[in-house]
């Protein structure tokens, strides 16, 4: 067997059979590592959907549930395995860098004392007891290994959580090319759109509340993953007498025509690492309203808000006209977070270790 030169952490590969937003990252990683014919290996705890991926994992079935859990427990697949390099997309500083160079692109920790789901409930915060218990080894590996940042927001995190200097910003890759399919620069109508997975992290009752308080016409666009989540949003949208529509799973040649009508998008989850699809809607001239606690104000500050209040009054001036020159500019912008500029990048990163 050939040596292997780069190990892909990819915890998520064993989780899911789509690709979410982390996924699209080792998804970029494998793309980068195919053109470059850089033999890889993606690194998982349970066994993987994509059987296409050269792979080794621990568990002899998939496991969709305990993110958080396989993330750690990859450690036992992934030292198995003597790379050149350890290429670590789950985030987790795993110690893994007394076997092989470990590099690990990161969003904000999920202990970080940030807004969020993991900082909302008793519940979420047992569930992430584990990382607590092994904070000081988390700690370590994290001066030891090379971090790589989604975000500034991000950055700040991480630095004080493992008590580093800010690491480097990358920010992720996003589908640029494809999205720009829906940008015109026709008419569009009133109405904001809303992506996120359904599930409780992501917010998205701060949506039902935008278009309630503002009297817009709303749609919530998302995977399903959490079917007493919808049930909960569907009955405060019915509570509030939401002029919103809630569409789950929708094909993405649906997702653009959509996009194509939008005048704005409306970002809901506050304390969000980087938020791919807000360059997404950004890519098909939709003006994003974004909130200021999260990675997104870095890319659109000047339509950012503390609180729905704010992002009512964002929303109403935004809609007074078409805005055609800020729908190009918003495209403009979004071509700097390209899958291509962002393969570039990370290989700037990694060629000293693995040429």
Same mark, same amino acid.
């Given at each position: 067997m050939k040596k292997i030169k780069v190990a892909v952490i990819a915890h998520g590969l064993g989780?899911?059979?789509g690709y979410s937003g982390e996924g699209t990252i080792y998804k970029t990683f494998f793309e980068m590592l195919e053109e470059r014919k850089i033999n890889y290996v993606a690194i998982s705890f349970?066994?993987? &959907?994509?059987?296409?991926?050269?792979?080794?994992?621990?568990?002899?079935?998939?496991?969709?549930?305990?993110d958080k859990y396989q993330r750690l427990l990859t450690y036992y697949t992934a030292k198995k395995v003597k790379p050149d390099l350890y290429l670590n997309a789950s985030g987790v500083p795993i110690p893994?860098?007394?076997?092989?160079?470990?590099?690990?692109?990161?969003?904000?920790?999920?202990?970080?004392?940030?807004?969020?789901?993991?900082?909302?409930?008793?519940?979420?915060?047992?569930?992430?007891?584990?990382?607590?218990?092994?904070?000081?080894?988390?700690?370590d590996e994290g001066k030891r290994a090379k971090i790589i940042a989604n975000s500034r927001y991000s950055a700040k995190a991480i630095a004080?959580? &493992? *008590?580093?200097?800010?690491?480097?910003?990358?920010?992720?890759?996003?589908?640029?090319?494809?999205?720009?399919?829906?940008?015109n620069e026709e008419k569009r109508e009133n109405f904001f759109v809303t992506i996120g997975r359904i599930e409780r992290g992501k917010m998205l009752e701060n949506s039902i509340l935008l278009a309630a308080k503002s009297g817009v016409k709303g749609v919530i666009i998302?995977?399903?993953? %959490?079917?007493? &989540?919808?049930?909960?949003?569907?009955?405060?949208?019915?509570?509030?007498?939401?002029?919103? %529509?809630?569409?789950?799973?929708?094909?993405?040649?649906?997702?653009?025509?959509?996009?194509?009508?939008?005048?704005?998008?409306?970002?809901?989850?506050?304390?969000?690492?980087?938020?791919?699809?807000?360059? *997404?809607?950004?890519?098909?001239?939709?003006?994003?309203?974004?909130?200021?606690?999260?990675?997104?104000?870095?890319?659109?500050? *000047?339509?950012? &808000?503390?609180?729905i209040e704010e992002a009512?009054?964002?929303?109403?001036?935004?809609? %007074?006209?078409?805005?055609?020159?800020?729908?190009?500019?918003?495209?403009?912008?979004?071509?700097?977070?390209?899958?291509?500029?962002?393969?570039?990048n990370i290989l700037s990163e990694i060629s000293s270790i693995i040429f």
């Open positions: 989780m899911s059979r349970a066994k993987p &959907y994509d059987k296409s991926i050269p792979s080794v994992y621990t568990l002899p079935f998939h496991l969709p549930k305990l893994l860098s007394e076997i092989a160079p470990h590099v690990i692109y990161a969003g904000a920790p999920s202990i970080a004392n940030l807004p969020s789901k993991y900082t909302r409930s008793l519940f979420w915060k047992l569930y992430l007891l584990p990382f607590r218990l092994v904070i000081n080894k988390i700690k004080e959580v &493992y *008590e580093i200097n800010e690491p480097k910003v990358i920010y992720p890759p996003v589908d640029v090319e494809y999205f720009q399919r829906a940008y998302g995977s399903l993953n %959490e079917r007493d &989540y919808l049930n909960k949003l569907i009955k405060l949208k019915r509570e509030l007498n939401a002029e919103i %529509e809630i569409v789950t799973n929708l094909p993405r040649e649906e997702l653009l025509k959509v996009l194509s009508k939008a005048k704005v998008y409306f970002h809901a989850t506050i304390g969000e690492h980087f938020g791919i699809p807000v360059i *997404e809607a950004m890519a098909s001239g939709v003006i994003p309203i974004v909130p200021k606690e999260s990675g997104a104000y870095e890319v659109v500050p *000047e339509f950012s &808000y503390s609180d009512v009054t964002l929303l109403k001036s935004l809609l %007074e006209n078409e805005n055609i020159g800020l729908r190009r500019e918003m495209k403009n912008r979004a071509l700097n977070f390209s899958k291509e500029n962002f393969k570039r």
